[in-house]
């Protein structure tokens, strides 16, 4: 069986991947896959064996990595963040943000998300074909972030193509992890100046907020470098995902899309979650056995590296009847792992990523009620995210 650690298994459409993933849930047990450059790792592909593993963190261990590739020596400091992680520590960073994240706070945010919804709304072409990724789907969630990071107007077309470059692998032809060294060091440099702008100056931010103290003392320079990382790149990117997906598949299912338009505020749940379910931005996550330990029929040892795919789990037809499917009124939908397993590394933007992909959609089918995709998705050649890079669009 191909290993969905390589090239040729994600060299192909979206359904030609689910094919693939259909066969290994197939099979008897869990496979090991081998790497090229490393060990190998076991790929967990059903739903039940996938939340098993997310909510048993002391068998199942966030601090080795969270990534097939073992990080190299010359990133590790500053790429590894809580969410590689294992409690308390990851727990106590956490908190230091997770207010801002709540439902509360996001509903009390609302509005000016729906200025720049509304903004980039009212940008889009008329009457011409336009690319959807670059024009609409990367510019809300970089402003999102940013602001609520502190980061100046002046500085976020540059956030948005550093962040970019290191999701999609640093330029690399095909990429299974984040990378580009380069990107990743411009980042944590640019997390470290605004850190201490922020010292000096605090505002109401995230940025300020990492420079207070825990456990009576500071983030460390890679601790905090690495905290504004991931908030950049994990808040950028799933949310300009899975809009770049919802015009796609909504485009690619007239029926869903007048269903929604029909009656927006009664499908617009559903519609998220089944975008997210179908889609998976975030493909897996990887975590490392502490223990010897028996998973999926498989035995597995100490020290082996085990990779959840959400993707396949997502589409697991023992929860997701006719997972293939793309249906808002899905009774299900919501159970999808597209933000995690309710786990302690469960999404924490969770909660800002629903509101931006129900304002930006609102605005959009309220401005352009004809808006759709006009030609299939150009997909990234990438096992770490199932992304869209480029769609091409019309009014």
Known sequence: MISPGTRAFWDRSHVGRLTLF???????????????????????????????????????????GFTIDDVPVEILEFAMSMIAMDNPRHRELRSLVQSAFTAASVRGITDWIR??????AADVPQNAVFDFVSQVANRLPVQVICELLGIPESDRSTIVHLAGDVISGGGQEFATAPGGA???????????????RRKADPGDDLTSRLTATVDGRPLTPAEFGSFV?????????????????????????????????????????????????????????????????????????????????YLSANHDESVFADPGRFDIT???????????????????GVNLARVELRVMLEELLTAHPGIRAVDEPQL???????????????T
């Not at 200025?115 to 980039?120: E, K, T």
């Not at 899905?330 to 924490?348: S, T, Y």
């Open 115 to 120: 200025g720049y919804a509304a903004q980039i």
């Open 330 to 348: 899905r009774p299900n939908a919501g159970k999808h792992l597209g933000f995690g397993a309710k786990d302690i590394h469960h999404c924490l």
């Open 380 to 394: 990234l050649l990438s096992a770490f995210v199932s992304g869209i890079g480029a769609l091409p669009a019309h």
């Open 229 to 309: 990382i991931l908030l950049i790149t994990a808040g950028f990117e799933t949310t300009r995902q899975a809009l770049a997906w919802a015009l796609h598949l909504l485009s690619a299912h007239p029926d869903q899309m007048q269903l929604l338009r029909t009656d927006f505020a009664g499908h617009i749940e559903g519609t998220i979650d089944e975008v997210i379910r179908y889609a998976s931005p975030v493909p897996y996550m990887r975590r490392t056995a502490t223990v010897d330990t028996d998973l999926g029929g498989a035995h597995i040892r100490t020290g082996d590296k085990v990779v959840m795919w």
């Open 22 to 64: 259909e066969g290994l849930r197939a099979r008897p047990a869990i496979e090991f896959h081998t790497e090229a450059t490393g060990p190998g790792f076991w790929s967990v592909v059903g739903y039940d064996d996938v939340v098993a593993v997310s909510r048993n963190p002391e068998v199942f261990s966030s601090a080795k």
């Open 182 to 196: 380069a990107g990743l060091g411009q980042i944590y440099g640019y997390a470290l100046e605004l850190g201490e």
